[in-house]
């Protein structure tokens, strides 16, 4: 079995961040975001990987991923040259592919579970695919699937204002080279894309088996600020474990599960966690709260910071409240004045603001 990773697009609702960086290399508790893909593909022993790119973030994705050595994989970069949708990216990919059975994984997508359980349903099932969903309280807003009692996937809708169901899918699926058929055989959406639900649903037009798996644990798509804040502040909560590597004076108090990094420091500031720092951060004179991670390189002097993402080599100074904000790498934001301030903020990469 091989996997295809997609990691092309132009992350358009996380600008201005991702007119200087792949969406899928934001980072969720200072690990980029396709890491975590990475890692679930290495769990289930699948080696042979594609990784579907875009020409805006290819070379990004390429550094970042390397031959695919950190997971003992074999990693093949597969350039899409325009976003025509994930039956075109699997299109663009057949090549690769070849009359292998894959897992199709979106690489801005984090799930709270293990996949092996859905990778052994299409082992053990005579199915020509497995679709992962999961349950949501508000079904129109997502592709959803009508299951019969056995789980069988009938029909897939698209953000239906009457949804059959509240299974929305999640965005990783298994296929037999079944799919590179029927493919050839949708037309685009009215977006103008070929779309993996008509190329599913042609499968079951045909006759195909095609199966469900449901998703018991948590799932994020982060696509939007709110939603990667979301996804930092659920792996905070479940995985990180409190471990200080950095220094700490004796005028701090750190409490709670906090990571705190080799070469940072902590310097008459309260930390609570759950809060991940990176490497060679300094915290001075500082308060940094609940469900926040710091990338490395970066200070926050003089300020109360939480609920936040601050990428590598970012300044935080004299803010009296910095919250559900996400600041790009080398962001800075300062109060020059008297005026302190609370601020809910998105930067893009080398931005500044001054108070």
Same mark, same amino acid.
């Given at each position: %079995?091989?996997?295809?990773?997609?990691?092309?697009?132009?992350?358009?609702?996380?600008? &201005?961040? @991702?007119?200087?960086?792949?969406?899928?290399?934001?980072?969720?508790?200072?690990?980029?975001?396709?890491?975590?893909? %990475?890692?679930?593909?290495?769990?289930?022993?699948?080696?042979?990987?594609?990784?579907?790119?875009?020409? =805006?973030?290819? #070379?990004?994705?390429?550094?970042?991923?390397?031959?695919?050595?950190?997971?003992?994989?074999?990693? @093949?970069?597969?350039?899409?040259?325009?976003?025509?949708?994930?039956?075109?990216?699997?299109?663009?990919?057949?090549?690769?592919?070849?009359?292998?059975?894959?897992?199709?994984?979106?690489?801005?997508?984090?799930?709270?579970?293990?996949? *092996?359980?859905?990778?052994?349903?299409?082992?053990?099932?005579?199915?020509?695919?497995?679709?992962?969903?999961?349950?949501? =309280?508000? &079904? @129109? %807003?997502?592709?959803?699937?009508?299951?019969?009692?056995?789980?069988?996937?009938?029909?897939?809708?698209?953000?239906?204002?009457?949804?059959?169901?509240?299974?929305?899918?999640?965005?990783?699926?298994?296929?037999?080279?079944?799919?590179?058929?029927?493919?050839?055989?949708?037309?685009?959406?009215?977006?103008?894309?070929? =779309?993996?639900?008509?190329?599913?649903?042609?499968?079951?037009?045909?006759?195909?088996?095609?199966?469900?798996?449901? /998703?018991?644990?948590?799932?994020?798509?982060?696509?939007?600020?709110?939603?990667?804040? #979301?996804?930092?502040?659920?792996?905070?909560? #479940?995985?990180?474990?409190?471990?200080? *590597?950095?220094?700490?004076?004796?005028?701090?108090?750190?409490?709670?599960?906090?990571?705190?990094?080799?070469?940072?420091?902590?310097?008459?500031?309260?930390?609570?966690? &759950?809060?991940?720092?990176?490497?060679?951060?300094?915290?001075?004179?500082?308060?940094?709260?609940?469900?926040?991670?710091?990338? =490395?390189?970066?200070?926050?002097?003089?300020?109360?910071?939480?609920?936040?993402?601050? /990428?590598?080599?970012?300044?935080?100074?004299?803010?009296?409240?910095?919250?559900?904000?996400?600041?790009?790498?080398?962001?800075?934001?300062?109060?020059?004045?008297?005026? *302190?301030?609370?601020?809910?903020?998105?930067?893009?990469?080398?931005?500044?603001?001054?108070?």
């Amino acid at each position: %079995m091989k996997a295809l990773v997609l990691a092309g697009g132009r992350g358009t609702r996380l600008r &201005p961040l @991702t007119f200087t960086t792949a969406k899928q290399l934001i980072p969720v508790v200072n690990k980029p975001i396709i890491y975590y893909v %990475m890692d679930q593909i290495e769990k289930v022993g699948i080696r042979d990987v594609g990784i579907i790119i875009s020409p =805006e973030t290819g #070379e990004d994705i390429k550094k970042a991923l390397g031959t695919g050595e950190k997971w003992g994989m074999e990693i @093949t970069y597969i350039l899409q040259e325009i976003p025509g949708g994930l039956a075109h990216a699997v299109k663009t990919a057949q090549g690769y592919l070849g009359d292998s059975p894959f897992l199709m994984y979106l690489g801005d997508n984090l799930i709270g579970q293990d996949i *092996r359980p859905f990778v052994d349903k299409f082992d053990n099932d005579s199915t020509e695919a497995v679709v992962l969903l999961k349950a949501v =309280e508000d &079904p @129109t %807003m997502f592709g959803v699937a009508e299951v019969d009692e056995g789980g069988v996937i009938r029909r897939l809708v698209e953000k239906p204002k009457d949804p059959p169901s509240n299974l929305a899918i999640v965005g990783i699926y298994l296929f037999s080279p079944k799919i590179h058929q029927v493919i050839g055989r949708i037309k685009p959406s009215w977006r103008g894309e070929l =779309e993996i639900t008509d190329a599913i649903q042609e499968l079951t037009n045909a006759g195909c088996r095609v199966d469900s798996h449901i /998703l018991e644990g948590w799932w994020l798509d982060t696509g939007k600020k709110d939603d990667l804040l #979301e996804a930092n502040r659920v792996v905070l909560d #479940e995985w990180i474990h409190r471990e200080t *590597r950095g220094k700490v004076d004796d005028k701090s108090r750190v409490a709670g599960r906090v990571k705190l990094e080799e070469g940072a420091e902590i310097i008459n500031s309260t930390v609570r966690g &759950p809060v991940a720092i990176g490497r060679n951060t300094k915290i001075k004179d500082s308060f940094v709260g609940p469900y926040t991670s710091i990338g =490395e390189g970066c200070v926050i002097e003089g300020s109360s910071v939480e609920y936040s993402v601050i /990428l590598d080599g970012s300044r935080v100074g004299g803010i009296e409240r910095l919250e559900d904000s996400l600041l790009g790498c080398n962001a800075r934001v300062d109060c020059l004045g008297r005026n *302190r301030h609370v601020l809910k903020v998105m930067l893009g990469d080398n931005s500044e603001v001054e108070l």
